[in-house]
């Protein structure tokens, strides 16, 4: 299992942050600044010998983008896809809502690339479009998927915002299908859970549950049948003194009180959090990636 380049993930973190500040403060839907964090994304992965697609969809009356990158090799009809929302607020540059997911999950694919992961499984990369907006690239991926196509996908793990200022650390609940509101949806993955409790656990970092719900990217996965899983910390809610004691910071405080505002630039960005995190995505994927042989 790698250890990711913290400097690398940061500098991914500064790219966003740089072409929020020369497009007019964000990286929303429909902006050029979206469009140049695609381009930046796919770029690299090209250059790392991904297969990549930019999918354009209409929302709005503007165009929205999704980057899907393949890695070649793996089983087809098991894929394991790993999302980070790539767009932000009209408010403000997106670096911890989600520069931070999409950061890691990059440097996670480069490395991958880098280290040539012979994976079991089919490993899949996406960075989607107009999440603000109501996860509209995800849906629009999943709903145009032929039905064959979806049913090849056997996990999809969800990364929005893993770097608050204020930190928790919360793992997608998959093992006892708690939906918060929701009565249709399946269950989450409860491999997904305890492969991320394991990697916690390794560090000596306690986690929470989190319920599912439908407030992010997995939302549309979960409404196709696809079982997912995710890792969060934290954005408008309080964090409490229980929470407080387990992880630090700020008792009676937000978990990121510059969510969804101008001031979410690369200060709003919890460095250790975000190391941790990031690993534990890379972890996640080796580990989903190296089955054992047969009759082990
Ligand atoms: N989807 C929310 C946003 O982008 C963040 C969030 C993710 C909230 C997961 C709760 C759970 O603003
Ligand atoms: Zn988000
Ligand atoms: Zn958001
Ligand atoms: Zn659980």
Redesign the pocket.
């Known amino acids: 299992v790698p250890s990711l380049s913290p400097a690398n993930i940061k500098a991914h973190l500064a790219r966003f942050q740089a072409i929020a500040d020369a497009n007019g403060g964000n990286r929303a839907h429909g902006s050029p600044g979206f469009l140049a964090s695609a381009n930046y994304v796919k770029n690299l992965l090209d250059e790392a010998g991904f297969a990549t697609v930019l999918q354009p969809f209409p929302y709005g009356g503007l165009t929205g983008y999704n980057v899907i990158a393949d890695w070649p090799g793996g089983d087809p009809d098991d894929i394991l896809m790993v999302g980070a929302?790539l767009d932000s607020v009209t408010a403000g540059p997106g670096i911890n809502?989600?520069g931070s997911g999409s950061a890691a999950i990059l440097e996670t694919a480069l490395e991958v690339s880098r280290q040539g992961l012979m994976s079991s499984r089919h490993l899949r990369f996406a960075w989607w479009g107009a999440?603000?907006l109501g996860l509209r690239g995800s849906q629009y991926y999943v709903n145009n998927l032929p039905a064959s196509e979806r049913s090849k996908i056997k996990g999809y793990v969800n990364l929005?915002?893993i770097a608050s200022p204020n930190i928790g650390y919360f793992v997608y609940d998959g093992d006892n299908g708690t939906v918060a509101g929701g009565t249709m949806a399946p269950e989450g993955s409860a491999e997904l859970e305890r492969t991320f409790k394991s990697y916690y656990a390794s560090i000596g970092v306690p986690v929470q549950d989190i319920a599912l719900n439908a407030r992010?990217d997995h939302g549309s996965f979960l409404a196709a049948g696809i079982p997912v899983g995710g890792i969060f910390s934290g954005a408008e809610d309080i964090k409490d003194m229980a929470q407080a004691q387990l992880w630090g910071g700020t008792a009676g405080a937000v978990f990121d009180s510059c969510y969804h505002q101008s001031c979410d630039t690369i200060s709003n960005i919890d460095d250790t959090a975000l190391n941790r995190n990031a690993n534990a995505i890379a972890h996640l994927v080796w580990a989903s990636s190296v089955t054992s042989a047969p009759g082990v």
């Open positions: 929302h809502d989600n999440e603000e929005d915002m992010s």
